[in-house]
């Protein structure tokens, strides 16, 4: 490829990554009850008389983001810091170059930003092929189903309205910066019902972004036999006991001894690269 071609699709992928942090300006402070309501074991609520403390606790969202942490943002389309954003990227780059057959898909999207970015990395690259699934329940995260999945006991994730973006907003967003068309396919559902019937034979990159046991180990059971081989696996929430506990079953289950690489942003954003 050209220099200057080059240089232009890092140009535009480079404002892509920017625009999805909100980078490019200071991301508003995030309100203080949801960030109670993203700490519940921390009991924030009770100390929001503390006229110092809120302020502080509202102001800390906007420092994790410039230290390149995995962050709660207010307007940015995308939860996650630059320098993931960045990694997802070359996963995909990396899938085009090789030529690795298959569709990309994310499970749990939340306001659309990681799907996004890898769609402006097919459109730079001038991938016309391949589809991006946008898999979601659209609603939020389901109630923890503790008999069949004991791991998942006491999660609250159900109970955080921020977590619930609509299908309606997550196509706006895509249309937003011009990537919304028919390569780009919402499975609106919970995970049980949606992947087993996913309508795609093959993939190159799956992105797992469920944050509970239940919804990682659906989206690796219906999707892994499906990743071709030189494509990657991304786990967002490895840092979390329930994810980290499915990942490590299904892999056991599974015989699969491919090195987990962790790019560096605690533990968030793990993957590893299918090799048989």
């Not at 050209?2 to 992928?13: D, I, K, P, V």
């Not at 994310?106 to 402006?120: L, P």
């Not at 999660?155 to 997550?170: M, Q």
């Amino acid at each position: 490829m050209e220099t200057a071609t080059m240089n232009n699709h890092n140009r535009y992928l480079d404002l892509m990554r920017n625009i999805l942090t909100c980078s490019m300006w200071e991301d508003p402070p995030l309100p203080f009850d949801a960030l109670a309501m993203q700490y519940p074991r921390w009991s924030l609520r009770k100390f929001a008389y503390f006229r110092m403390l809120r302020p502080l606790l509202e102001k800390r969202n906007f420092v994790l983001c410039k230290r390149g942490v995995h962050y709660w943002p207010v307007q940015a389309h995308t939860m996650m810091p630059m320098g993931m954003l960045k990694s997802l990227q070359t996963c995909v780059e990396t899938i085009i170059d090789d030529k690795v057959q298959g569709d990309l898909i994310e499970t749990g999207v939340w306001r659309g930003g990681a799907c996004i970015m890898m769609k402006a990395v097919l459109e730079a690259y001038g991938d016309s092929s391949r589809r991006i699934f946008v898999a979601d329940s659209f609603e939020g995260l389901p109630k923890p189903d503790q008999d069949q999945f004991p791991s998942d006991a006491g999660a609250t994730f159900h109970n955080i309205p921020y977590l619930s973006v609509s299908l309606e907003e997550v196509r706006h967003n895509f249309a937003r910066y011009g990537l919304l068309d028919n390569r780009v396919i919402f499975l609106k559902g919970w995970f049980k019902d949606t992947l087993p019937t996913l309508p795609s034979n093959r993939l190159a990159v799956m992105r797992l972004d469920g944050d509970m046991y239940e919804s990682t180990i659906q989206g690796l059971t219906n999707l892994y036999p499906k990743l071709s081989t030189g494509g990657f696996c991304i786990i967002d929430d490895w840092p979390l006991g329930p994810c980290k506990k499915a990942v490590e079953d299904y892999r056991k289950a599974n015989n699969i001894h491919d090195e987990i690489v962790d790019p560096g942003f605690g533990g968030f954003g793990v993957f590893w690269r299918k090799t048989t």
